[in-house]
């Protein structure tokens, strides 16, 4: 069966770097486009970043110049690079296999700034 499991998660300071990962597991021919999600308390989910099976992306404009996503297809694996963590970037974060069909999530991974 189709499973994500993220990592990397933890606290950091302002300023401060956390790379996450997510390997997925279950299929291996990879044509989707991957992403991660977010959500803070209170708040709703919202898109973090995507990247399809060439390598494209799009990063929210909340991240741009500060995350960047990647993905490795032969380990079926997507990361997230966070830079210049801010305390705003605080909430749970969730790696997707499709970010159009949002069949498959991981189960989060928290992420707090202070």
């Known amino acids: 069966h189709v499973q994500l499991v993220e990592s990397g998660g933890g606290s950091a300071q302002a300023g401060g770097s956390l790379r996450l990962s997510c390997v997925a597991s279950?299929?291996?021919?990879?044509?989707?486009?991957m992403g991660w999600f977010r959500q803070a308390p209170g708040k709703e989910r919202e898109g973090v970043a995507s990247i399809d099976s060439h390598g494209s992306t799009l990063h929210a404009a909340s991240v741009k110049g500060r995350f960047t996503i990647s993905r490795d297809n032969a380990k079926n694996t997507v990361y997230l690079q966070m830079n210049s963590l801010k305390p705003e970037d605080t909430a749970v974060y969730y790696c997707?296999?499709?970010?159009?069909?949002?069949?498959?999530w991981g189960q989060g991974t928290q992420v707090t700034v202070s």
């Open positions: 279950g299929y291996t021919y990879n044509p989707y486009c």
């Open positions: 997707v296999r499709d970010v159009y069909g949002l069949d498959y």
